[in-house]
């Protein structure tokens, strides 16, 4: 595996020592937090994939768009599922 890595920052290209910056960065960005598929998504909640696409879109589930995939946060899953009302 590569300890180096060349990035490129709105026209700027910086070398970095991977091993030393990209934990300080994920950790500092909140990302240390497992990002799920919505098919993952979907399987956790019981649910079919397009009503994940339809939570995402309504705004009650955030999401990061990745490419034309997204990526869900596991806090921001059990979050959502958390304030719901159980019925039973």
């Known amino acids: ?37 919505v098919r993952e998504v979907a399987d956790l909640m019981r649910v079919s994939n397009m009503t994940v696409y339809r939570l995402i879109k309504a705004g009650d589930l955030p999401a990061i768009r990745v490419g034309k995939n997204f990526r869900i946060r596991r806090t921001d899953v059990e979050g959502y599922l958390g304030g719901r009302p159980f019925a039973g």
């Not at 910086?14 to 990209?22: F, H, P, S, T, W």
């Not at 300080?24 to 598929?37: F, H, K, P, T, W």
Request: glycine content about 2%; overall charge neutral.
């Open 1 to 37: 595996m590569p300890t180096h890595v060349n990035l490129c920052f709105s026209r700027c290209i910086c070398l970095l020592k991977l091993d030393m910056v990209a934990p300080v960065a994920i950790e500092q960005n909140g990302l240390s937090d497992r990002l799920l598929m």
